[in-house]
């Protein structure tokens, strides 16, 4: 009995001495279809609004997506740049783009050529701090052909990130392939309820309806968020080690 006392207490002493968990930041950048919403557009939600609940006390999110962005324009806006002077080494920082810089009647579209080579600026930029850049392909847009079978509109940009990930030897979440599996497992119909599809009057801030495939309700921002934790998952070990813990019952 007295040496079974002596166990627990040296147990006890151990948990307490063990080191507390350094503090980091994982930061998004992005563009709408990952950023914080304003009101006026509610319901519409970026999957980066959710992913913060996912955590433990260790870590902060900080969500620098924003609408409409594109790798050019992200970093013209410095918006790459309050990454790199808000973040420290060990920071973790997921990097997802293509819905704009594949959209040629875009201002801010870029070339094939100038995607890869900004994405590899992010990552190399990224290492120099000792960050831990992730790459997401764009998410999958909503698109059925006439037999029901989802298509993809992201096969090219998404690619580009596949091997820029490949080539500088930095973890891949393919957003693209996830997406559009969901989407298909809940059907034509059903997958409407994970993006901005409303009837005229349904909601006060689209008095006139709404039929959007590639932004996101609650629930499809929930989902979207909940693939990117899975991959982390999988992925990265010593983040999932931050995941928030269900309390014991």
Known sequence: MKKNGLIFSALLLFAFSLPEKKRIKIFIAGDSTASIKETKAYPETGWGMPFVYF???TVTVVNKAKNGRSTKSFRN?????????ESSEGDYVFIQFGHNDEVPTKSNATTEIEFRNNLTVF?????????????????????????GKIVGTHDVYAQIVKEVAA???????????????LYQQMGVENSKLLFLQLKPGEHPNYPEGKEDNTHFSELGARLIAQLVLSEIKKQMPELADRIVKPAVK
């Open 167 to 181: 080539k500088e030897k930095v973890p891949l979440i393919d957003m693209d392939k996830k997406g559009q599996v």
């Open 55 to 57: 955590w433990d006390s």
């Open 77 to 85: 806006e410095n918006l790459w740049q309050q990454i790199l002077d």
């Open 123 to 147: 990552v190399n930029e990224a290492k120099s701090k000792k960050l831990n850049s992730i790459l997401l392909t764009p998410v999958a847009r909503r698109k059925f052909d006439s037999t």
